[in-house]
């Protein structure tokens, strides 16, 4: 299966050209330097995905190519490095060896989103040791490559059932559990995170890196979803965001524990009042 590469140098602001790329169905947005980069399906059209971009950021210069998914998964190997992030570490595959594995989280970059390369990725991962506890029961919304659910565990979670919207991400999901021995811990569930999240509960934590008007959505399912000492860390969410966001955690009867910035991206822990 091919993919569509649609790179990004914005005219301004990146956020017209990110909030668009993600209104046109992206899952991840990596920034490489003063470009954007992302990947749609090989069928996707490139000239209405770039009108859309440049309509929401008239100064952006846009380019779309097809590429070969090998090509593709090629380019992410070269690019994809170790990440030290406190007390866990995100590693490829060919950069594991030696590591201790009880604090390394070894991710096969394919095709699903979370390798550690995103902001938002590092950012929840930061967050991770002050909110999971010994033998608590954690969801992954929106999982992905499972790294968060992963991450989890190896931090002393009990159940995680990670949530995967994406059928062509499961595969990758499961196998990064299985590489990462947490198999007896992490539980993959294809389907709406939304509808399935109220089957999984109660739960002590919630975690979704998902962008911001999803996971505005979401929030009255994850309050109804949390033991009474639980808390969500959520990501996705841009820097420009942070004061709406934090108005409507503040009308839902959300507190903010904690909080990490990096690059364009906001994470944030809460717990209910």
């Known amino acids: 299966m091919s993919w569509l590469s649609v790179r990004v140098r914005p005219g301004g ?12 169905g992206s899952e991840g947005v990596q920034e490489t330097g003063s ?21 929401a950021d008239p100064g952006a210069e846009v380019t779309a190519t097809v590429v070969p998914a090998v090509d593709w998964a090629e380019e992410w ?24 594995p009880a604090r390394t989280i070894v991710i096969e970059p394919e095709m699903a989103f979370g390798t550690g390369e995103h902001q938002t990725t590092r950012g929840v991962v930061r967050l991770l040791p002050n909110v999971v506890r010994a033998g608590d029961r ?25 949530i995967e919207l994406d059928p062509d991400a499961i595969a990758n999901a499961e196998a990064n559990v299985e590489r990462n021995g947490v198999r007896d811990r992490v539980t993959v569930i294809e389907g709406d995170a939304d509808l399935l999240l109220p089957f999984v509960a109660p739960v002590r934590v919630v975690l979704a890196n998902i962008i911001s008007s999803v996971l505005t959505a ?31 955690l503040d009308a839902g009867g959300w507190r903010v524990l904690g909080d990490d910035v990096e690059g364009m991206w906001w994470s944030v822990r809460i717990a209910r009042r």
């Open 13 to 24: 602001s990146p956020d017209g050209a990110l909030a668009a790329l993600f209104e046109l």
């Open 35 to 55: 470009e954007l980069l992302t990947h749609f399906p090989g069928d996707a059209d490139g000239a209405r995905i770039a009108a859309a971009v440049r309509a």
């Open 77 to 100: 190997k070269k690019g994809v490095g170790a990440h030290e992030l406190g007390a866990l570490a995100i590693v490829p595959p060919w950069l594991a060896a030696g590591r201790d």
């Open 138 to 162: 954690v969801a992954d919304l929106g999982a992905g490559s499972a790294v968060l659910a992963i991450a989890a565990a190896k931090l002393g979670a009990a159940q995680v059932t990670a």
């Open 218 to 248: 979401m929030l009255p399912t994850i309050a109804e979803s949390l033991t009474l000492d639980g808390e969500a860390v959520l990501s996705g969410i841009l820097v420009e965001e942070r004061p709406a966001m934090l108005e409507v």
